[in-house]
T-cell receptor, first 117, second 115 residues
């Protein structure tokens, strides 16, 4: 069975600074997706960034980028130029790639990010 | 367009009661997922539907939990004889189809409190 671990329950960053959230996972599969989701107090889960395991290039979405280390099974999220609106709970998630696996997401425990003005 | 909606937003019930939680997916999405998020934890998969049928219900914790999607659109999660341990946020997500590269879009969740 696949597992996802986030070892940082809480992180804090100064506005305009950079912060990195850590995530490790365990799987025997070779084809899968990894995600970072943001969950503000409104509870709405919002997709931040996605990485396909077969792609060596790290995904980037504006101020958000990942460091995907497939051999080490590590998937960290870097937030540059942090903004007050980035404060939220962040979840790392895993999903098997093949269509016949159904696509259920396996989440980590979450990291609560606070941004100081 | 409209996103995934869930009703009610909050539900308070007494131990032993029956509750129903509703999810309206994005129009045209054939896959629908239910997750449960306990306080301070990440969401955990419960069940998913492809069309009207439950394709994977391996995450349902016991036979008190049941979900239906009779017309392949709206889904209802039903919990019988509720227990205090059932208190959690129940999230619903929909996807154009299950698996592959299809993204899941989440609703705002229903917070269930069992007294």
């Amino acid at each position: 069975a696949q597992t996802v671990t986030q070892s940082q329950p809480e992180m804090s960053v100064q506005e305009a600074e950079t912060v990195t959230l850590s995530c490790t996972y365990d799987t025997s599969e070779s084809d899968y997706y990894l995600f970072w989701y943001k969950q503000p107090p409104s509870r709405q889960m919002i997709l931040v960034i996605r990485q396909e395991a077969y792609k060596q290039q790290n995904a980037t979405e504006n101020r958000f980028s990942v460091n995907f280390q497939k051999a080490a099974k590590s998937f960290s999220l870097k937030i540059s130029d942090s903004q007050l609106g980035d404060a939220a709970m962040y979840f790392c998630a895993y999903r098997s790639a093949p269509y016949n696996q159904g696509g259920k997401l396996i989440f980590g425990q979450g990291t609560e990010l606070s941004v100081k003005p | 367009g409209a996103g995934v909606s869930q009703t009610p937003s909050n539900k308070v019930t007494e131990k032993g009661k029956y509750v129903e939680l509703r999810c309206d997916p994005i129009s045209g999405h054939t896959a629908l997922y239910w997750y449960r998020q306990s306080l301070g934890q990440g969401p955990e998969f419960l069940i998913y539907f492809q069309g009207t049928g439950a394709a994977d219900d391996s995450g349902l914790p016991n036979d008190r939990f049941f979900a239906v999607r009779p017309e392949g659109s709206v889904s209802t999660l039903k919990i019988q004889r509720t227990e205090r341990g059932d208190s959690a946020v129940y999230l619903c997500a929909s996807s154009p189809r299950a698996g592959g590269h299809n993204e899941q879009f989440f609703g705002p969740g229903t917070r269930l409190t069992v007294l």
